[in-house]
Antibody, heavy 120, light 108 residues
């Protein structure tokens, strides 16, 4: 069955960096776009970034552009999110998700999330 | 940027019908997706492309989209339907994905 497992979350100081990973199984990773989303505690869902199957096409939300970098390793069935210059407002659960298709398509499988806390 | 609106909460008695709206400028021209999220869990896709259901989602979940409003309808509501529901679209002008603020459904 399809599984997505995020890791790498934790406590980091403002201005610090963190790298999230998402390991997947149960489908051909290299055939799918992938995305990152986040949800601040008690708040709604926010799209963060997506990456095409070949990594050729990448897009970021304005709130993270220039600070976050999405990448993938199709050989390792893994998705990544490098987060730099972290701010308190980046505190959230971060979810990776499989894209059913391209940009306009929904996300049909989600991981359980990893918590990132930015605090001094 | 494209803005979606949702009512903060909807209450419904078991067995009745709940309708959750998602408002946006000419949203009828976009494909709307709906996600269910229960406390402490990841979102689950329940309706996509306005009215299609992923495999495993009960027929009680249905969707429609026209004009400036998309609607998720929960028929014959059960206690297990209690959750937050989010609508989502792709804004082609910014190439961004956009979520509504979410609607909390309470089963009385």
């Amino acid at each position: 069955q399809v599984q997505l497992v995020e890791s790498g979350g934790g406590l980091v100081k403002p201005g610090g960096s963190l790298r999230l990973s998402c390991g997947v199984s149960g489908f051909t990773f290299s055939d799918y776009y992938m995305s990152w989303f986040r949800q601040a505690p008690g708040k709604g869902l926010e799209w963060v970034s997506y990456i095409s199957d070949s990594s050729r096409y990448i897009k970021y939300a304005d709130s993270v552009k220039g600070r976050f970098t999405i990448s993938r390793d199709n050989a390792k069935n893994s998705l990544y999110l490098q987060m730099n210059s972290l701010r308190a407002e980046d505190t959230a659960f971060y979810y990776c998700a499989r894209d059913r298709g391209a940009a306009a398509d929904p996300n049909d499988y989600w991981g359980q999330g990893t918590l990132v806390t930015v605090s001094s | 940027s494209y803005v979606l609106t949702q009512p903060p909460s909807v209450s419904v008695a078991p067995g009745q019908t709940a309708r959750i709206t998602c408002g946006g400028n000419d949203i009828g021209s976009k494909s709307v997706h709906w996600y269910q999220q229960k406390p402490g869990q990841a979102p689950v896709l329940v309706v996509y492309d306005d009215s299609d259901r992923p495999s495993g989602i009960p027929e009680r979940f249905s969707g429609s989209n026209s004009g400036n409003t998309a609607t998720l309808t929960l028929s014959r509501v059960e206690a297990g339907d209690e959750a937050d529901y989010y609508c989502q679209v792709w804004d082609s002008s910014s190439d961004h994905r956009v979520f509504g603020p979410g609607t909390q459904v309470t089963v009385l």
